[in-house]
């Protein structure tokens, strides 16, 4: 099946070739692992394309051709770690700007600007960015990057990509959104109007919960520039072994994330009519705020509405949170997401352990909040296991 209105090959088929040609020396069809730091050179300044694997490496950039094209950019860059890469992003940014945040964004976002670029001379503010008059108010003269999640973690906010950059239009601003809990199967922000888009690739990506990695993926000149710069300057760079491994995952990105999608939007219809949950969180239900913004942000290369398989659960108190986890048998109690087995969260402790207890609690990240990745696993036997945990 291909894409609609494209003439290209379809998303699953591109997630399968790009940058998996076969290896021209043998034959191939797994290209090789290319575990080298440096590389023969014919002559001064005579090489073929490589010198030293911080700067490139073919693996490498077999993984970031394969990305740029799932993301539809000009150019992905890869780095060791989702952190890694969000840090690139920032040291784009000069001395005296100014950078607009989403309120709700990950913990370890919001632990590395208050105590890594505070010392720095930018400015942060955090605002919601799902109010636009809200947004429009935090824009500043000096404003040169707005950092967005949608959804959010763990909270599961939507935010309109379409409606901000209109908002920002014309203005010297960077929108980049962290696409981590959509993946580029379920959202693709760069056609709806982004500058560049942020993966910890750790997740959804990798999907196996075995490899550390982060990207950044854009068509915006002056970014290139700088981020391919700061990529080889600061050598915060995944390993070709890592490289490889996330080629290979992203081969399955789309049966993965369907699935998953599937399985949470199963699971999360039952929760919410489950009596021990106070609360249930998921874009997917038809009471979730920006349900109709998600249906129509958040769609498969085919046209189709997906809501992504991450579930946030208010249980309550904390005696039932922990009830909770010990009676699960099948969902891990462990950090990250996106991997094909299911994991359970608390985010308070957790994710975002590092932020301020004030502050989570004016999110509404309590500590009986419980978060849900979920995962391949036969949808049946993952409702045994929360109907048991819950019982």
Same mark, same amino acid.
Request: charged share 20%; glycine share 8%; hydrophobic share 40%.
């Given at each position: 099946m291909k894409d609609p209105h494209k003439n290209q090959p379809g998303f699953a088929t591109r997630a399968v070739h790009s940058g998996n040609d076969p290896d021209p020396a043998t034959g191939a069809v797994s290209p090789p692992i290319h575990l080298t730091s440096t590389f023969r050179q014919e002559g001064v300044d005579r090489h073929l394309g490589y010198d030293y694997s911080r700067a490139v490496n073919p693996t490498r950039s077999r993984w970031e051709a394969n990305l740029a094209d799932l993301e539809g950019g000009a150019r992905a860059f890869a780095f060791s770690s989702g952190m890694a890469a969000i840090t690139a992003l920032f040291q784009c940014l000069n001395a005296g700007d100014h950078v607009v945040v989403g309120h709700n964004v990950y913990g370890g976002t919001h632990r590395l600007i208050h105590h890594v670029f505070h010392r720095l001379p930018l400015e942060f503010t955090f605002v919601d960015c799902s109010d636009e008059d809200h947004l429009r108010q935090a824009l500043q003269a000096n404003t040169r990057l707005l950092f967005l999640e949608t @959804? +959010?973690?763990?909270?599961? #906010?939507?935010?309109?990509?379409?409606?901000?950059?209109?908002?920002?239009?014309?203005?010297?601003?960077?929108?980049?959104?962290?696409? +981590?809990?959509?993946?580029?199967?379920?959202?693709? @922000?760069? #056609?709806?109007?982004?500058?560049i888009v942020i993966h910890s690739s750790t997740k959804y990506l990798g999907g196996h919960s075995d490899v550390l990695g982060g990207a950044l993926i854009t068509s915006h000149p002056e970014l290139i520039d700088r981020l391919g710069m700061i990529q080889k300057s600061a050598g915060a760079v995944p390993s070709p072994f890592d490289c490889w491994l996330l080629l290979r995952s992203t081969k399955t990105l789309a049966l993965r994330v369907q699935k998953q999608a599937d399985n949470a939007h199963q699971l999360a219809r039952w929760c919410a009519e489950h009596p021990a949950i106070e609360k249930t969180i998921y874009p997917g239900l038809e009471h979730h705020p920006q349900h109709e913004l998600a249906s129509r942000q958040q769609r498969t290369p085919y046209g189709e509405s997906i809501y992504g398989s991450m579930i946030s659960l208010e249980l309550g108190t904390v005696a039932r949170r922990d009830r909770f986890f010990s009676r699960l048998k099948l969902f891990t109690l462990a950090e990250s997401l996106g991997g094909v087995e299911s994991l359970v969260s608390n985010p308070f402790v957790m994710t975002h352990g590092s932020i301020p207890r004030a502050e989570k609690e004016a999110l509404g990240i309590t500590e009986s909040l419980v978060r849900l990745s979920v995962g391949v696993e036969e949808v049946d036997d993952l409702l045994a296991d929360l109907d048991q945990a819950l019982a």
């Amino acid at each position: 099946m291909k894409d609609p209105h494209k003439n290209q090959p379809g998303f699953a088929t591109r997630a399968v070739h790009s940058g998996n040609d076969p290896d021209p020396a043998t034959g191939a069809v797994s290209p090789p692992i290319h575990l080298t730091s440096t590389f023969r050179q014919e002559g001064v300044d005579r090489h073929l394309g490589y010198d030293y694997s911080r700067a490139v490496n073919p693996t490498r950039s077999r993984w970031e051709a394969n990305l740029a094209d799932l993301e539809g950019g000009a150019r992905a860059f890869a780095f060791s770690s989702g952190m890694a890469a969000i840090t690139a992003l920032f040291q784009c940014l000069n001395a005296g700007d100014h950078v607009v945040v989403g309120h709700n964004v990950y913990g370890g976002t919001h632990r590395l600007i208050h105590h890594v670029f505070h010392r720095l001379p930018l400015e942060f503010t955090f605002v919601d960015c799902s109010d636009e008059d809200h947004l429009r108010q935090a824009l500043q003269a000096n404003t040169r990057l707005l950092f967005l999640e949608t @959804p +959010t973690n763990p909270l599961l #906010e939507v935010v309109d990509i379409r409606g901000i950059q209109a908002l920002v239009d014309g203005r010297d601003i960077w929108m980049a959104v962290d696409n +981590t809990f959509m993946s580029p199967y379920g959202q693709r @922000p760069l #056609e709806l109007g982004a500058d560049i888009v942020i993966h910890s690739s750790t997740k959804y990506l990798g999907g196996h919960s075995d490899v550390l990695g982060g990207a950044l993926i854009t068509s915006h000149p002056e970014l290139i520039d700088r981020l391919g710069m700061i990529q080889k300057s600061a050598g915060a760079v995944p390993s070709p072994f890592d490289c490889w491994l996330l080629l290979r995952s992203t081969k399955t990105l789309a049966l993965r994330v369907q699935k998953q999608a599937d399985n949470a939007h199963q699971l999360a219809r039952w929760c919410a009519e489950h009596p021990a949950i106070e609360k249930t969180i998921y874009p997917g239900l038809e009471h979730h705020p920006q349900h109709e913004l998600a249906s129509r942000q958040q769609r498969t290369p085919y046209g189709e509405s997906i809501y992504g398989s991450m579930i946030s659960l208010e249980l309550g108190t904390v005696a039932r949170r922990d009830r909770f986890f010990s009676r699960l048998k099948l969902f891990t109690l462990a950090e990250s997401l996106g991997g094909v087995e299911s994991l359970v969260s608390n985010p308070f402790v957790m994710t975002h352990g590092s932020i301020p207890r004030a502050e989570k609690e004016a999110l509404g990240i309590t500590e009986s909040l419980v978060r849900l990745s979920v995962g391949v696993e036969e949808v049946d036997d993952l409702l045994a296991d929360l109907d048991q945990a819950l019982a």
